[in-house]
């Protein structure tokens, strides 16, 4: 359905796949095995890394999926008539079929003709969920409850890992450790603390010299957060500031810049830089740098104008490939904005899973809602150019992996990352490639790649059992049997239970 004062111009539509309103159902046989499982893992809860998992701890349980296709995650090759064989909260061995010397105590999965994939890690999430009022703006203090039922949407979907950059610093401390201690069924949360930019509000923090940032940078650090955010409004000097504090002190930076150029912070010394474009004039010839705003509308401008092959783009790509900086292109959180008018986003079946307060935010806040119908026309017009940019990333060898930005309007926990795969590969990524951005990569990029991201022999036991091929059709990822977090296996549809609502223990408390 075309929304009012649209024309009806299927090219300009989103072509990526509308996700199902639910999933396939397992054959009857598939649904008792692993109904078998659940009850055998039923008794406890998440487990830490390296903790047992309630696999018949006392037999030394093994759990094995069998005739199952691994797709490993590091873009090799299909590898089909596989087994993957599972104790306490590790993958114990990968390896074909054929003669497999089973432990006597195996429980075996038939999986044929399924699929199994690393857990997805959405590298940029903000799930420290807080109030916002339109009037007020945002609350001062997280509602755990609209947080902790996001987690369980998230996992519901197969991430089993997020990146949570830019929280109260306590508020995200707090949220990770409370997740990563066992206790929820949730991915795993790496958490900064405040966004360090030119104001208060939200989970931004104001940091006007180069003292207020180290001494912010100090803080958050002692105070034990993963990694330091770095904001539009901060210039370069300030962005140095950060960088070498943090540097100093063990901690990585992640960058979502614009005052300063994605150049100079690669040069700098970045870890990580969000979005799909850097958005600074200096990028634009010096005419088209004096009719530059840079608002959400003004982007068009300088996605119009901007030279993907010219030197200034080109001077970029190479800066970061050569310090070695990650990016995550968040190509989603712009295509619900250039197409924020279409019901594809607002009238989605799926709005359901998202929480009453982030429903409530996205009817009461937008970054387009001053567009006009020829406004989203030309967005959309544009969007080839913006993937184009991402495509270029990839093709220098630029470390790529992806985020969601969730909750942005229309971005749905755990939904929003499928989604951006999908753009991706539409970008031009081949399959196995965007999942690997998705997993390994990303994996690589938090520097716990030893341990995660891949399904190979030794590593945690996160990943998603398929019900159809992505490496064929990356919406297929979508298409979900059972989901593994750290060895314990969950159905999606038991995660979309949400937990209920306790006014007592809201607002984090």
Not at 297 to 313: C, N, P, Q
């Amino acid at each position: 359905m075309v929304p009012e004062g649209v024309a009806a111009d299927d090219s300009a539509r989103p072509t990526m796949h509308c996700p199902p309103t639910s999933f396939p159902r397992h054959n009857d046989m598939k649904t008792i095995l692993q109904l078998i499982i659940l009850m055998l893992l039923a008794s406890c809860s998440s487990q830490e890394e390296g903790k047992k998992s309630p696999i018949d701890e006392e037999n030394n349980q093994y759990v094995a999926c069998t005739n199952i296709t691994v797709i490993d995650g590091k873009g090799t090759a299909l590898q089909k008539n596989m087994v993957v064989l599972f104790k306490d909260s590790l993958i114990y061995d990968v390896a074909k079929l054929s003669n497999y010397p089973f432990p006597g105590n195996t429980k075996k999965y038939d999986a044929t003709g399924q699929f199994i994939i690393p857990g997805l890690i959405d590298m940029h999430a903000h799930v420290t969920v807080l109030p916002f009022d339109k009037e007020t703006g945002y609350g001062d203090h997280y509602d755990l409850q609209a947080s902790l039922a996001s987690l369980q949407s998230f996992l519901a979907y197969g991430v089993t890992t997020v990146r949570n950059v830019a929280a109260a610093t306590i508020d995200g401390i707090e949220l990770r450790d409370r997740v990563n201690g066992g206790d929820c069924k949730s991915p795993r949360v790496f958490t900064s603390g405040y966004a360090l930019n030119k104001r208060n509000f939200g989970p931004f923090k104001s940091t006007k010299t180069v003292q207020q940032v180290q001494q912010a940078v100090k803080e958050q650090v002692e105070a034990g957060v993963d990694m330091i955010k770095v904001y539009a409004a901060l210039e370069p000097k300030l962005v140095k500031a950060a960088i070498a504090e943090a540097h100093k002190l063990g901690v990585p930076v992640v960058g979502h810049l614009q005052n300063t150029t994605w150049t100079e912070a690669a040069k700098l010394g970045i870890d990580f830089i969000t979005h799909a474009a850097p958005w600074n004039g200096k990028y634009l010839s010096e005419q088209n740098r004096q009719n530059y705003i840079p608002t959400m509308l003004g982007r068009l401008h300088w996605i119009e104008k901007v030279d993907l092959a010219g030197k200034e783009i080109q001077d970029m790509l190479q800066a970061m490939l050569e310090n070695n900086v990650s990016v995550d292109p968040t190509l989603i959180a712009f295509h619900t904005k250039f197409w924020a008018n279409d019901s594809f986003y607002t009238r989605n079946p799926n709005l359901k899973i998202a929480h009453p307060i982030v429903l409530d935010m996205w009817q009461t806040t937008s970054w387009v809602g001053d567009w006009t119908a020829s406004d989203f026309a030309k967005a959309q017009g544009l969007w080839s150019k913006l993937t184009e940019l991402t495509r270029l990333m990839y093709e220098k060898g630029i470390l790529l992996t992806t985020g969601s930005d969730f909750p942005n309007p229309w971005i749905l926990p755990g939904i929003g990352i499928h989604q951006e795969m999908q753009l991706l590969v539409e970008a031009g990524i081949p399959e196995l490639e965007v999942i690997k951005m998705a997993t390994f990569n990303a994996a690589k990029a938090l520097k716990i790649d030893g341990t995660h991201g891949s399904i190979e022999k030794g590593k945690i036991a996160d990943a998603i059992i398929l019900n159809a091929n992505p490496g064929e059709e990356i919406s297929n990822t979508m298409q979900i049997a059972t989901i593994l977090k750290n060895g314990e296996f969950f159905t999606t549809d038991e995660l979309l239970i949400q937990p209920k609502k306790n006014p007592a223990k809201n607002n984090g408390l």
